[in-house]
């Protein structure tokens, strides 16, 4: 049954007069659909505007059918209950509500008509330093309360990170995050349901974005809030180089070169940039650079985190020369 949030409520008269107040749930009827902004592997995502207040959404709609033969529903369900959890955050995509119909499920989101960071970053090449400490710190808070929330994203890469109007970051595609226990979940880890820790088969099979992935997750299948960190160096270092670090012919190169760790810094890489990269590119997760250690680094100093950041307006792009 699907519980999403009931937007609105009717006004209901019985034979004694008496009114009662039933919650409404959204449909597809209330919704004019638009072009397609984004196809995932289960999904297609499409600008929507809601006929009663007119606002624009996204709407991601998955095929019930292929979920089921794929096998997908626990990915469907893990993306849900991580967008429920990500709700307070200026830099999380917004889940407003979710219906189904006889076809297909509906998530109604925020609309960042930026785009994806990966698009932006083709046209300018590479971000200046400017633009990389900003939108950096950006995808680093958000981290940071993904993380602080018990949620491991394990996929983020530049076409992850959106950006709204103001193009400032809206990071999302949440189907292949890892759900640690609740840290406000008073019950027994034993008495959480399902996604507490990992179940094996999801471990076994999942492994994000070749270039991004990092090496333990090739190596002995752990994720860790680490492993986010890991793709954050790499968005650091693809920003100003205009690449990602390790980047082969085929996926399996790739993973060869992340393992050994290969890879090196274009000529006139910024230093203190550099060191970054260097202190989040460790192959160890344990002797990775933290959140803390990161906002604490020479490349931020000086750079706002929390609300304050938010209010910034972003900086005009610029290529890195
Ligand atoms: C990464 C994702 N692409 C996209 N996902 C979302 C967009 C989105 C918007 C544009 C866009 C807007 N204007 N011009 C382009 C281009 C790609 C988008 C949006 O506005 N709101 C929520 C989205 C996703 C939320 C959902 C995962 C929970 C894939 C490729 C997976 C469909």
């Known amino acids: 049954k699907d519980r999403g949030a009931a937007v609105g409520v009717r006004r209901e008269v019985d034979a004694d007069g008496r009114v009662t107040m039933k919650p409404v749930k959204k449909g597809v009827r209330d919704f004019t659909f638009g072009r397609i902004l984004g196809e995932g592997s289960y999904s297609t995502v499409y600008l929507a505007t809601d006929r009663q207040t007119l606002r624009e959404y996204a709407v991601k709609v998955l095929e019930k059918k292929h979920i089921i033969k794929e096998k997908k529903i626990k990915y469907v369900n893990i993306e849900k209950n991580t967008l429920n959890r990500l709700t307070e955050h200026p830099g999380i995509v917004r889940l407003y509500y979710t219906f189904q119909d006889e076809t297909s499920l509906y998530y109604v989101l925020d609309l960042c008509t ?3 960071l ?3 970053l083709k046209k300018t090449g590479t971000f200046d330093v400017e633009c990389t400490r900003f939108y950096g710190a950006q995808i ?4 940071d309360y993904m993380h602080s929330r018990g949620i491991i994203h394990r996929d ?6 959106l950006l709204d109007e103001q193009m400032h970051v809206k990071i999302t595609d949440f189907g292949t995050a890892k759900l640690l226990r609740d840290p406000r979940d008073p019950r027994p880890p034993e008495e959480t349901p399902g996604q ?3 179940d094996d088969e999801r471990a076994a099979s999942f492994v994000g974005t070749a270039e991004y992935v990092s090496p333990e997750l090739l190596t002995d299948k752990s994720a860790s809030t680490a492993s986010d960190i890991w793709a954050f160096g790499c968005i650091i270092y693809q920003l100003l180089a205009g690449r990602p670090p390790f980047k082969a012919g085929t996926e399996y190169l ?3 070169k992340i393992v050994k760790l290969e890879y090196e810094f274009p000529h006139g890489f910024p230093s203190a940039a550099r060191d970054l990269v260097e202190r989040c590119l460790v192959l160890d997760p344990a002797q990775r ?3 803390e250690h990161i906002k604490k680094h020479e490349f931020f100093a000086g750079q706002m985190f929390g609300k304050e950041l938010w209010r910034m307006k972003a900086p005009r792009l610029r290529p890195y020369v």
């Open 114 to 116: 930026g785009g994806e």
């Open 196 to 198: 507490s820790g990992e």
């Open 118 to 120: 990966l698009g932006v």
């Open 289 to 291: 650079f933290t959140v």
């Open 140 to 143: 680093l808070d958000a981290i």
């Open 254 to 256: 790739t993973f060869q």
């Open 156 to 161: 983020l890469k530049p076409e992850n990170v």
